[in-house]
């Protein structure tokens, strides 16, 4: 599976912003799909996750109520919508698909994309 994070850039607190994630493979709907994110000169944190049917999504509490997880299987393509945003959701977000774990944990994901640059200014 190769993943293709896209969305990320400059917003002002308050503000949202909708980042993707693209995969390819035809088992796309067969993984979890988890968004991640590394703030500079800090570890990489999970911030949100949905089962392959969608059914269940999974969030960090710090982005819980403004943050929502979604994906279309159809389209291969896992989304998060940010919303009111903060300055200390400035970070690179990493989308990443797990064949099965713990859905908060980064050794559960088995592939990884690039990553989006999020800025939020205050």
């Known amino acids: 599976v190769q993943l293709q994070a896209s969305g990320g850039g400059l917003e002002q607190a308050g503000g949202s912003l909708g980042l993707s994630c693209a995969a390819s493979?035809?088992?796309?709907?067969?993984?979890?799909m988890g968004w991640f994110r590394q703030a500079p000169g800090k570890v990489r944190e999970f911030v949100a996750a949905?089962?392959?049917?969608?059914?269940?999504?999974y969030y960090a509490d710090s982005v819980k109520g403004r943050f929502t997880i979604s994906r279309d299987n159809a389209k291969n393509t896992v989304y998060l919508r940010m919303n009111s945003l903060k300055p200390e959701d400035t970070a690179v977000y990493y989308c990443?698909?797990?064949?099965?774990?713990?859905?908060?944990?980064?050794?559960?994901?088995?592939?990884w994309g690039q990553g989006t640059l999020v800025t939020v200014s205050s």
């Open positions: 493979g035809r088992t796309f709907s067969s993984y979890v």
């Open positions: 990443a698909a797990s064949r099965g774990g713990l859905v908060r944990g980064l050794r559960s994901y088995d592939y």
């Open positions: 949905i089962t392959w049917s969608g059914d269940s999504t």
